[in-house]
């Protein structure tokens, strides 16, 4: 059993910048990773995904332009790089892997594509 820990959240100020990291107990490379974020009384939703193929990506509207998530398969880490944060970016942020090796996530990935999570880190965006 894969065991994912996140780290980097904590409280900014609103257009501030942080950078969560997601190591992996075992192998990444092979695996599509993403990030999910939980708002306060609301439902989990992704937020980025990487393939495992082609290194291809995919990020929800909201983040477009501001998200970036990259892999660094020599570390079995993935990172969420997240930069002019708001407020409405405040979450508890989770680190996933996919259900099964080569798999990947199709047009629109969704909690069904992923298997393994991590405990979740908490990101805090203050206006």
């Known amino acids: 059993q894969v065991q994912l820990v996140e780290s980097g959240g904590g409280l900014v100020q609103a257009g501030g910048s942080l950078r969560l990291s997601c190591a992996a107990s075992?192998?990444?490379?092979?695996?599509?990773m993403a990030w999910f974020r939980q708002p306060p009384g609301k439902e989990r939703e992704v937020v980025a995904a990487i393939s495992w193929r082609t290194s291809n990506t995919y990020y929800i509207d909201s983040v477009k332009g501001r998200f970036t998530i990259s892999r660094d398969n020599d570390k079995n880490t993935v990172y969420l790089q997240m930069n002019s944060l708001k407020p409405e970016d405040t979450a508890v942020y989770y680190c996933?892997?996919?259900?099964?090796?080569?798999?990947?996530?199709?047009?629109?990935?969704?909690?069904?594509?992923?298997?393994?999570w991590g405990q979740g880190t908490q990101v805090t965006v203050s206006s």
């Open positions: 075992g192998r990444t490379s092979i695996y599509a």
């Open positions: 996933a892997r996919a259900r099964a090796p080569w798999l990947d996530y199709g047009n629109s990935p969704s909690s069904a594509d992923f298997g393994s």
